[in-house]
């Protein structure tokens, strides 16, 4: 069974920079999955942040252009993002989230493509 667990996450000043790490467990060897991160503001719906196919191919909301950044370990598929420049408006729990369903991508995937997911972690940007 895939399972997906998030930690990295906590309490961090704006300005600063925090790393996402996704563990990636349970794949068949065949299996080559686009990741990505989502996120939940309070009052807000769920975002997708950033997401990575099998190629490489990586996609950003356009808030986080430039200061996120978005990467796998193909091995294990360990997925990462890392968070420069942090703002108070990206406070959210972050979401892991993937899917053996899609070979390359070309912008952001919805939600809905994505098969699995982690159960989110806390990031809070203070000012």
């Known amino acids: 069974q895939v399972r997906l667990a998030e930690s990295g996450g906590g309490p961090v000043q704006a300005g600063g920079s925090l790393r996402l790490s996704c563990t990636s467990s349970g794949w068949s060897p065949l299996n080559r999955p686009c990741m990505a991160w989502f996120r939940q503001a309070p009052g807000k719906g769920r975002e997708g942040v950033a997401a990575?196919?099998?190629?490489?191919?990586?996609f950003y909301t356009n808030s986080v252009k430039g200061r996120f950044t978005i990467s796998k370990d193909n091995a294990d598929h360990t997925l990462y993002l890392q968070m420069n420049s942090l703002e108070v408006e990206d406070s959210a729990v972050y979401y892991c989230?993937?899917?053996?369903?899609?070979?390359?991508?070309?912008?952001?995937?919805?939600?809905?493509?994505?098969?699995?997911w982690g159960p989110g972690i806390q990031v809070t940007v203070s000012s």
């Open positions: 989230a993937a899917t053996p369903d899609i070979a390359t991508i070309a912008s952001l995937p919805a939600e809905r493509f994505f098969r699995y």
């Open positions: 990575i196919d099998r190629d490489g191919n990586a």
